[in-house]
Every structure is written in C-alpha cells, then in structure tokens.
C-alpha cells in the first residue's frame, strides 16, 4: 500500500500537482519533501496563476508569515531568472492595475495590496 501511495506521489509531483503531493507527503510524513512542495505549490499559485488571493490564502494555511513567503518568492524568482526561456515572468495583464506586469513587479502589487486581499 505504501509503495502505491510513493508511486501515487511521485506522479503527483511529475504532473505539477504540487499542492495536492504536499498532502500525500504529509500523510507519509516526509518533511522534507512537504516544505520542497509547500514552496513549489506556492510559487506556482503566484508564478503560473498570478493569483493574489490564491497566494496569499495557501500561504497563510501552510503557516507561512507575509515575509517568509516574500522571501520564499523572491529565491525562486532568483533561481529562475538564469533559466532561458522562463516565459512565466513574462509581463503579464493584472485585473487590479490594468496594466501587463512583469512577474516582479506582481510580486511588489502582492506585497502592497497584501492587508486589503481576501477582504469582502
């Protein structure tokens, strides 16, 4: 059955299914691998979705603080900037601004508007 549930992860993992692996990897306990895919889901949530209150939502329920996720975002960016062809920071159109941002420049509106997302 385990070796199933490690077969059923790693298929999760190799499809880009990072937040629902870091479930399975909970359930196996696999800390490591669940901080790797809690970084992963949450780049993806921002990078791929550019989805402020996605973001901000599954960083809060993983535990992580305004900053750490700053942090965690801006190593990542860092780490794909030297990739060739990362079309995923790309400008993109943003609904709040209404205006193409960079992946950068999302982060900084994420961080400004960080108090006012998620609010009804």
Request: charged fraction near 35%; aromatic fraction near 10%.
């Amino acid at each position: 059955m385990e070796k199933e549930i490690k077969e059923e992860l790693n298929s999760l993992i190799d499809r880009g299914f990072f937040a629902r692996a870091e479930q399975l990897a909970q359930q196996l306990d696999l800390n490591d691998k669940v901080q790797e895919l809690r970084r992963k889901a949450l780049w993806q949530m921002a990078a791929a979705n550019r989805n402020m209150p996605g973001t901000k939502k599954l960083a809060e329920f993983y535990g992580f603080t305004r900053d750490q996720l700053k942090s965690i975002l801006e190593e990542t960016l860092g780490s794909e900037k030297i990739k060739e062809d990362n079309r995923i920071l790309d400008p993109c159109y943003d609904q709040y601004t209404g205006q193409y941002l960079s992946f950068e420049e999302w982060i900084n509106q994420l961080f400004k508007r960080w108090d006012k997302i998620g609010r009804n």
